[in-house]
């Protein structure tokens, strides 16, 4: 079965009725006008959300690149530097010897004066410093040569480091301007609605995500006899440490572009949970999904990565009992959720070869830590913006 089938219905009843892509699907049947309307305004929201949280990973991808470019342009310039200083050092090595062929002090002054001399003997002992004079003088030039040519090539490699360099900055402010333009969508959306709608739309879906999450435990998916409550494997004791701090980040607010300490989107959560425990994984959600080990749901541990939406958009850290920690959007903060509280990709495990611990036991969840709508808005600042 695709993993594309398994998001918030059960997958029974998808391969039958089709693929269900989201809570608004969940819905009752044969809404009246009212109840209609607020389905279609929870569905342009969530749609909205989606687009928001694309382009932040799209931001974040960027962000990365740049960070790893103006590292590429630093070693660079240093490598130039130390470069250009050999250079100096040759040329002023051939200076001095061609200052000693002008003088006469060059290897062909006691060449002749050996050839000329009245003790051949004395002339074979001495043919030594001939050889030490030339290789000394092939030595000096090959030396300045090369130089010169590794000097030229870290210059054009450096300019055009820099060039990319500013390329992929005018791409981030381009990426930055698209999530802030999202965003505002978002807010005006919002802005719109009056106290009660906003209170519909949250019951809506809280309701929608709670079918969900009953069919998709129903489904066996996890693992175990369908209906059965998701049992909870042991972690690795990187995963153990991952979740831990995770749960440590509950209830600090989600911010598009962070990666910690104040404040986290969702794939600033997941690379930074891994990276206190010990491995460093891609910074999005779409290269978590790409580049780490893909593990099938009945297998699912503690720490694995839970990605969500086809385009792989969004992704939380699986605590266990079919539950997740997660940043889930502007407005929000760090919270667990419904491992259906958005439709599943599918899950990735950071550390394949860990071997599960012998005993564990999961971390005390703080008071609250459920709690909350994942509907708000949050500030369109990004990180470092004040």
């Known amino acids: 079965m695709s993993a594309k089938c398994i998001g918030r219905a059960v997958c029974a009843a998808a391969a039958v009725a089709g693929l269900v892509s989201g809570p608004q699907a969940t819905a009752a049947p044969g809404p009246g006008p009212e109840e209609g309307s607020v389905a279609g305004l929870l569905a342009d929201l969530q749609e909205l959300y989606r687009k928001t ?18 590292a590429e342009v630093k070693k660079l310039g240093a490598e130039l530097t130390k470069s250009r200083t050999a250079l100096h050092d040759s040329r002023a090595a051939a200076g001095r010897l061609a200052r000693r062929q002008y003088q006469g002090e060059s290897e062909l ?28 003088r092939v030595e000096t030039v090959e030396r300045l ?30 990426d930055r301007d698209e999530v802030t333009r999202r965003l505002k969508d978002v807010e005006e959306m919002l802005a719109d609605l009056t106290a009660d709608e906003l209170d519909a739309l949250r019951r ?53 572009g962070a990666e910690g300490p104040k404040s986290f989107d969702c794939s600033g959560l997941t690379s930074r949970a891994w990276q206190r425990a010990g491995r460093d994984i891609p910074r999005t959600s779409q290269e978590q999904w790409e580049q780490l080990e893909r593990v099938p749901l009945h297998r699912l541990r503690p720490g694995d990565l839970v990605v969500y939406f086809p385009e792989a958009t969004h992704v939380a850290l699986y605590l266990g009992e079919g539950r997740v920690v997660q940043a889930p959007r502007p407005g929000s903060r760090v919270k667990v959720s419904p491992i259906a509280a958005n439709p599943l990709l599918g899950a990735v495990r950071p550390d394949p070869g860990g071997r599960p611990l012998s005993e564990y036991r999961p971390p005390r969840l703080p008071e609250g830590a459920t709690e909350g709508s994942d509907l708000g808005y949050g500030s369109v600042r990004g990180p470092g913006e004040g």
Do not use: C, M
């Open 53 to 70: 949280e694309q382009a932040t990973e799209t931001y974040n991808a960027t962000a990365e690149k740049l960070k790893k470019q103006r």
């Open 109 to 136: 002054s006691p060449y002749l004066k050996l050839l000329l001399a009245r003790d051949p003997r004395r002339a074979l002992d001495q043919g030594h410093v001939v050889r030490r004079l030339a290789a000394e």
């Open 145 to 174: 040569v090369d130089r010169e040519k590794k000097a030229d090539a870290l210059a054009a490699r450096s300019r055009k480091a820099l060039d990319a360099q500013v390329a992929l900055a005018v791409r981030q402010k381009q």
């Open 204 to 256: 809506l879906e809280e309701r929608g995500t709670a079918d969900a999450q009953r069919d998709f435990l129903g489904s066996g998916a996890l693992g175990g006899p369908p209906g059965a409550p998701a049992r909870t494997r042991a972690p690795s004791k990187a995963g153990a440490a991952a979740i831990r701090y995770a749960v440590k980040q509950i209830g600090k607010p989600y911010v598009w």
